[in-house]
């Protein structure tokens, strides 16, 4: 199966669920998964899915401009890098993003 391909998939699903229904999400964590965000490390499906969905924004589209992966681990594993540029419709600009 090609990296690329499953990579870009993952991403598309990802993002789409994260816009439209974040709790569904919980089933891409693990409880060994660990959240990065603002200075904060959140670990464990529950947290991270109780994270995202008190983000303080309800409505939220991210528009994909770049996916990049590389293998990771001898388990099969990859890492996705992904640049986008979220937009809320509680702010009044857009912001350039790399995860």
Request: charge should be negative.
């Amino acid at each position: 199966m090609d990296p690329d391909a499953v990579a870009k998939a993952f991403v598309d699903h990802y993002y789409s669920t994260f816009d439209t229904n974040r709790a569904g999400l919980a089933n891409l964590y693990q409880d060994s998964s660990m959240l990065s965000f603002e200075g904060q490390k959140i670990q464990g499906s529950q947290t991270i899915t109780a994270k995202l969905t008190s983000l303080p924004f309800q409505q939220c589209q991210h528009a994909i401009t770049t996916v990049d992966c590389q293998p990771s681990g001898p388990a099969g594993g990859m890492l996705v890098f992904v640049s986008d540029v979220p937009s809320n419709a509680n702010a009044s600009g857009q912001l350039l993003r790399v995860e």
